[in-house]
């Protein structure tokens, strides 16, 4: 499969489904060798399994990425398969908390989004920026949101969560790109994703409307639109970006 991407390797956290496995289908459409992570074991050989069937090469690593030992074996197994690793997306995330007041809101569940979200995407590209360095250079993506960079959330763990990827980003963007190493926090909006249609559906139910109607009315975009996005950034043609970049 020849593309912008070809010859190119791509970790994918979150990578079984949603945006995430939207964005692993279409960086091997654009001949990336792809490495799908995420816990969801049938969801994500799915996704490897669709990549081999359009002609592309694909390799499923179960992966917590709370854990640094995943993290670790994560971009060794990328580099073991395929020989280099140059892009980076992570995915992976959980919004959990949602509509709870502040002081009813425990501990546990805040903790638990920020470990997902927050020290998982640390996790993830502290391994990989080492082995990206090694091909040369590439591209770290790291998937934020709107949530808690430029408007509230229905979450405080999660708005929460989102600002700390903003600002990891903001941080690692000027220490790597000296090194050849481009990154970016992309912000989608409304994505028709699991995550998000449970997020409908909770503000439906707090606010005692049709849980259906809700649905159908929120106008929740394709997670494909978003895959299109990040595979241009991942390319050579975004070299020329900087920044943080919102979606639909």
Do not use: W
Not at 66 to 77: F, H, I, M, Q, S
């Amino acid at each position: 499969m020849a593309g912008r991407l070809q010859d190119k390797v791509a970790i994918v956290t979150g990578g079984a489904r949603g945006i995430g496995g939207a964005t692993a289908r279409e960086l091997a459409v654009e001949g990336a060798k792809v490495v799908v992570a995420d816990l969801l074991e049938d969801e994500a050989a799915g996704t490897v399994q669709a990549i081999k069937d359009a002609g592309g090469d694909g390799l499923y690593v179960k992966t917590d990425v709370t854990k640094e030992g995943d993290c670790r074996a994560l971009a060794r197994a990328a580099v073991d398969q395929f020989g280099r690793l140059d892009i980076v997306v992570t995915c992976a995330g959980i919004l959990q908390g949602a509509y709870v007041a502040l002081e009813e809101l425990d501990l546990e569940v805040f903790e638990r989004v920020q470990a997902v979200n927050v020290r998982g995407t640390f996790l993830t590209v502290k391994h990989a920026v080492p082995h990206i360095k090694q091909s040369g250079g590439g591209v770290v993506l790291c998937i934020s949101s709107g949530a808690g960079v430029r408007g509230s959330s229905s979450s405080i763990a999660y708005g929460t969560s989102k600002a700390g990827v903003h600002g990891m980003v903001m941080t690692l963007q000027p220490r790597l790109e000296p090194q050849g190493i481009r990154v970016h926090a992309i912000c989608p909006g409304s994505i028709d994703t699991v995550l998000k249609r449970e997020n409908v559906a909770d503000g439906a139910r707090a606010a005692g409307r049709d849980v259906p109607q809700a649905l159908a009315a929120a106008s929740l975009g394709a997670p494909e639109g978003v895959a299109k996005v990040l595979a241009f950034l991942a390319s050579p043609d975004a070299d020329y970006v900087r920044g943080t970049i919102f979606t639909r």
